[in-house]
C-alpha cells in the first residue's frame, strides 16, 4: 500500500514540472526583450561616376565651338545627380591636353562653358546586377576656339577634363 505522502510528493512534482516550463519561458522572453550592450555601424559609401571620352558631333574651328557626347557610368546601387560638369583645372594644361602630334598648338586658345542641363542636372541610372548605369550627355555649344588659333592646331586631338558636381 502506498503512503498518501509519497502520492503527495509525486503530484508535486508533476506540477512543478509544468510549471516550470512556462515560467522558463516568459523567462526567457524577458531576457531577450530588454538585453543591452553596444554595437556599431556604418552606412555604405558612394563610388565616384567615371566619365568616359567623348566624341565632338561639329568640328571646332577657330573662332567657333563644338558640341560633343560623354558618357558617364555609375558603379553604384542608387541613381547619382549630377549638378554640373565643369573643367577639371587641376588635369592637364589648365583642364585641357592635345594631343603629341600637335605640341605646337597651345592649349590657351580653347574654352569650356561649364554644363547644368538647363539648372536641371543629370539623373545617372544606378548599376543593375553587375552592369554600371550609364547616361550619354550631350555637352551643346561646351567647348569654344579662341580666332587667335594657329596653323599647328589643324587636325588637332583635344582632350577635356571635367569634373562631375
Known amino acids: 500500500m502506498k503512503s498518501p505522502l509519497r502520492t503527495r510528493f509525486a503530484v508535486l512534482i508533476v506540477a ?20 543591452s550592450g553596444a554595437g556599431s555601424g556604418q552606412s555604405g559609401g558612394l563610388t565616384a561616376v ?12 577657330p573662332g567657333g565651338q ?9 558603379p553604384n546601387d542608387t ?11 587641376a588635369q592637364g594644361t589648365g583642364g585641357f591636353a592635345v594631343d603629341g602630334g600637335h605640341s605646337g598648338c597651345g592649349v590657351g586658345v580653347l574654352a569650356y562653358t561649364t554644363q547644368t ?15 554600371d548605369g550609364t547616361l550619354g550627355i550631350t555637352l551643346t555649344g561646351a567647348l569654344t576656339m579662341g580666332s587667335a588659333a594657329g596653323n ?13 558636381t
Do not use: K, M
Request: charged letters at 5%.
Open 16 to 35: 512543478v514540472a509544468f510549471l516550470a516550463i512556462p515560467a522558463g519561458g516568459a523567462a526567457h522572453a524577458y531576457w531577450s526583450g530588454s538585453a
Open 50 to 61: 567615371s566619365i568616359e571620352p567623348g566624341t565632338p558631333t561639329s568640328s571646332l574651328y
Open 66 to 74: 563644338a558640341d560633343f557626347v560623354i558618357s558617364v557610368s555609375n
Open 79 to 89: 541613381v547619382i545627380h549630377l549638378t554640373s560638369l565643369s573643367l577639371n583645372v
Open 117 to 131: 542641363n538647363a539648372g536641371a542636372g543629370w539623373d545617372v541610372p544606378a548599376r543593375v546586377g553587375l552592369v
Open 152 to 164: 599647328a592646331c589643324q587636325g588637332a586631338t583635344f582632350t577635356v577634363y571635367l569634373a562631375a
